[in-house]
């Protein structure tokens, strides 16, 4: 989906346009010990059962002992084994309208899980010293990313994360990497778009402990402080979702950009207006932060801008300094390197109250 939008206004663009990647240095040496692996074995395994391959015995004892597999499919209190005996029945012939589909399309999910292993490890590396160079110093972090490909995951988001211990699983399903009906999948894409959502969910995981009091305050309702809260957080996690070939942001897609901060602006003059009725707060809020089309969710789209411009113009100590010291830090900064720019600027009202809490 958001690669998508950014595609059509990328085809509206002026050609020529800088294309560099993320602002993010990563052959400075890390303070967090951040690693990223893709594990496609339980996936094959799955194809092979479907299959009914003469290695299917094997690949079924793999999968009992998969701690991924195992992991996946419990979540919600499901039974792995209620799938084992599924993929047995299917490789014996019995069908079954959701894994005989999967089974039809072998092929193509494999071409994908080659992609994986082939562009995906190296590019994994990469996204884990991205991860670990947008964390604060403060406290080191150490961290064991695993991506594993399955198939039959509930729910709707494009990954799914599970701790266990130092790892943490971040499960896709693979399937969705590669929708029925369309006429055709680009395997590397796919696994990049992948990777991206693997990283953005990375990230905000991990940042969790950093995302406390006082520095980060509790969302006590429908005021600016939570609006700020939810943008400055948005931002790196948005910044992942953004391919490479999409940066600088800030100079590819200017005209949305701007509109998001008018609206955002608009949102902020509302929360911070005292004679504004609570119902107003909440629409305001709602407007500025609700999940939706990418370019309508404004918080997050400020927020990348936000982000992209302070690793640009301030660095990225001075970023994660205020970053750990909390949202209205990172505004602050952002105020101070914007001044007699012509970046996108923050309204009166938001201004006003970033100078006063000085």
């Known amino acids: 989906m958001l690669d998508a939008a950014l595609f059509l206004l990328l085809a509206a663009a002026p050609a020529g346009l800088p294309q560099s990647g993320p602002p993010i240095d990563v052959a400075r040496p890390p303070v967090h010990d951040v690693t990223m692996s893709v594990d ?17 015995p094997e690949a079924l004892k793999r999968l009992r002992t998969s701690r ?13 084994d209620d799938v084992l005996g599924r ?9 079954d309208p959701l894994l005989s589909g999967y089974s039809s399309r072998a092929a193509t999910f494999s071409k994908i899980l080659d992609a994986l292993e082939t562009d995906g490890t190296p590019a994994a590396m990469v996204e884990a010293r991205r991860i670990a160079a947008l964390l604060p110093s403060s406290t080191p972090v150490t ?24 790892t943490t699983w971040l499960f896709a399903d693979l399937p969705r990497l590669a929708p029925e009906g369309v006429a055709e999948i680009v395997p590397r894409e796919a696994v990049f778009s992948l990777l991206r ?8 995981r991990l940042f969790s402990p950093f995302r406390v009091p006082p520095a980060w305050p509790e969302e006590k309702g429908s005021d600016f402080d939570t609006l700020l809260s939810r943008t400055v957080g948005d931002g790196p996690a948005t910044l992942f979702l953004i391919p490479d070939e999409f940066f600088p942001v800030g100079t590819m897609f200017q005209e949305p950009i701007q509109r998001s901060f008018d609206r955002w602006n608009a949102a902020a003059e509302t929360l911070l207006d005292p004679k504004a009725k609570e119902e107003d707060r909440r629409a305001a809020l709602a407007a500025a932060t609700l999940r939706g089309d990418f370019w309508s969710r404004h918080s997050s789209v400020v927020g990348v801008k936000i982000t992209e411009t302070l690793l640009r113009r301030a660095g990225a100590a001075k970023y994660l300094e205020a970053l750990a010291a909390g949202p209205r830090a990172v505004a602050t900064l952002y105020l101070d390197v914007t001044r007699k720019t012509k970046e996108p600027a923050l309204g009166k009202a938001a201004r006003r109250a970033l100078e006063a809490s000085k």
Do not use: C, H, K, Y
Not at 197 to 204: D, G
């Open 40 to 56: 496609v074995g339980p996936a094959r395994d799955i194809l092979t059962l479907l299959a009914g391959r003469p290695e299917a």
């Open 68 to 80: 991924a597999f195992q992991q996946a499919l419990s979540r919600g209190g499901r039974n792995p």
């Open 87 to 95: 993929l047995v029945s299917v490789a014996a012939g019995t069908p």
């Open 143 to 166: 961290a064991r990313l695993r991506v594993v490909p399955l198939f039959s995951l509930a729910g709707f988001d494009d990954i799914i994360a599970e701790s266990d211990g130092e």
């Open 197 to 204: 959502s693997a990283t953005a969910e990375s990230w905000t």
